[in-house]
Nanobody
């Protein structure tokens, strides 16, 4: 099992930036990719971005392309999500998750989840 801990959330004004971190521990060798998801109150969990550990291949949802950048530090078993030009509609709890076999945009492919970190963007 992979354990994941998110950090870096907070309150920021529209147009501002935040960098989220997802630190992985435990059976990290079983992790093929890390995905960032977000969930706003009353809404379904939404895929934001993902990255594979081995070759750094990335995948973004259209609404964050050009604003968010996902990256990894294999030595630290940590994945980052740099979020720029934040908008009020980006407000949500952001969660990272580990997938054992694929880089996908749907939650069902991810088998380990962190507790999440709140991101609030004020207008």
């Amino acid at each position: 099992q992979v354990q994941l801990v998110e950090s870096g959330g907070g309150l920021v004004q529209a147009g501002g930036s935040l960098r989220l971190s997802c630190a992985a521990s435990g059976r990290t060798i079983s992790s093929y990719a890390i995905g960032w998801f977000r969930q706003a109150p009353g809404k379904e969990r939404e895929f934001v971005a993902g990255i594979s550990w081995s070759d750094g291949r990335t995948y973004y949802v259209d609404s964050v392309k050009g604003r968010f950048t996902i990256s990894r530090d294999n030595a630290k078993n940590t994945v980052y999500l740099q979020m720029n030009s934040l908008r009020p509609e980006d407000t949500a709890v952001y969660l990272c998750a580990s997938s054992a076999g694929t880089l996908a945009g749907t939650p069902r492919w991810y088998d380990s989840w962190g507790q999440g970190t709140q991101v609030t963007v004020s207008s």
